[in-house]
């Protein structure tokens, strides 16, 4: 079993920046894709960023592209989103999620393991 537990969420003004960690427990993250999703109210659950086990193949969002950064300490079984020049379209509950497979894909199904999320909220 895994769990996820997600921090680093809160209030920021437009522009400014949040770094997102999702912490996971088990011996086997580093085998392991992961994802950020992200859920706005009236709005269907998205993918953010992926990342690969090793950290080397990645995949953004368009509407993050260039301002967004998905990485990953396997020895601390930890994986960061962090978020620039943050806009008040990027609000939202932010998940991180478990693929147990080396490589991520982009539907939300083929994630095994899912965090409690972590809410972002950006004024404007």
């Known amino acids: 079993q895994v769990q996820l537990v997600e921090s680093g969420g809160g209030l920021v003004q437009a522009g400014g920046s949040l770094r997102l960690s999702c912490a996971a427990s088990?011996?086997?993250?580093?085998?392991?894709?992961m994802g950020w999703f992200r859920q706005a109210p009236g709005k269907e659950r998205e993918l953010v960023a992926a990342?690969?086990?090793?950290?080397?193949?990645?995949h953004y969002a368009d509407s993050v592209k260039g301002r967004f950064t998905i990485s990953r300490d396997n020895a601390k079984n930890t994986v960061y989103l962090q978020m620039n020049s943050l806009k008040p379209e990027d609000a939202a509950i932010y998940y991180c999620?478990?693929?147990?497979?080396?490589?991520?894909?982009?539907?939300?199904?083929?994630?095994?393991?899912w965090g409690q999320g972590t809410q972002v909220t950006v004024s404007s």
């Open positions: 999620a478990l693929r147990k497979g080396p490589i991520f894909a982009v539907d939300s199904q083929r994630f095994e393991y």
């Open positions: 088990g011996r086997t993250f580093s085998s392991y894709a």
């Open positions: 990342i690969s086990w090793n950290g080397y193949i990645t």
